[in-house]
């Protein structure tokens, strides 16, 4: 009997050890949580740093002009092209044929692929303020406009082919951090299609 006794008091302490072993693992991964969000401490400080890395804010927030040069207006943060912008005189014909051009904001870009304008990004209605999540992977992997499937595919210079290779986690921490940011109401230009060799910049413009 006694025996009977010992054997399941020492199973009862195997199971204990057993049992404390099996928290410790559960501890070590809530303590190691950090690293779901590339080592930052949460998903949105996460996108924010890659959104940085990333050079978003070059194209996307319009700038601010300094006897230095162009530098982001933080009020208008990631808001696209301005509506407000006045539009460029220029010789569209002879820009799309021979190279490119931009604005000093680099927000308007001219080329063989006709006119385009950096999008807005903040969640306004007027940007990604109605997206999913799935549509802003969609816009970035399949390089999808508004992130919708049959949409056309952005023009250059976004550089979808090369953000395409990001995690879903790294998309999906970016688009916790645009949806973070300030709204801004700022309905981007529809892109122009290119002048063609037939066409004056006036017809096309009119179009
Ligand atoms: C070199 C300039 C450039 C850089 C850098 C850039 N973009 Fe873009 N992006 C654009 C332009 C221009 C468009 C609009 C293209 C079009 O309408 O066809 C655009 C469009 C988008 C769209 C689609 C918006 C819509 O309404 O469909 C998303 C999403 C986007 N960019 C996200 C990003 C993110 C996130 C980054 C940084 C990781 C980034 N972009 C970096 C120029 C850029």
């Known amino acids: 009997m006694k025996i009977k006794v010992f054997i399941s008091f020492s199973i009862l302490l195997f199971c204990v050890f057993i049992f404390s072993q099996c928290s410790e693992t559960g501890k070590e991964k809530v ?22 890395i990333g050079g978003c804010n070059d ?64 969640p306004d209605e007027t940007g990604i303020g109605n997206w999913q999540e799935s549509n802003f992977i969609t816009a970035v992997r399949e390089g999808k406009y508004k992130g919708m499937k049959n949409a056309r595919t952005l023009l250059p210079p976004m550089p979808w082919e090369m953000f395409k290779s990001m995690s879903d986690d790294e998309i999906k921490a970016i688009f916790a951090y645009l949806k973070s940011i300030k709204p801004v109401k700022n309905l981007v230009p529809a892109v122009l299609p290119p002048v063609s060799a037939n066409q004056t910049p006036a017809e096309t413009d009119k179009k």
């Open 59 to 122: 194209c996307h927030t319009p700038k601010k002009m300094t006897p230095q040069g162009p530098v982001p207006d933080e009020s208008l943060l990631l808001s696209g092209h301005s509506a407000q912008m006045p539009k460029i005189e220029i010789d569209r014909k002879e820009i799309e044929s021979k190279g490119l051009a931009v604005t000093q904001d680099l927000t308007e870009w001219i080329g063989p692929w006709g006119v385009s304008y950096s999008a807005n990004l903040t």
């Open 31 to 52: 303590e190691t949580k950090k690293s779901d969000f590339g080592g930052f401490e949460s998903q949105v400080k996460w996108g924010e740093h890659l959104v940085t």
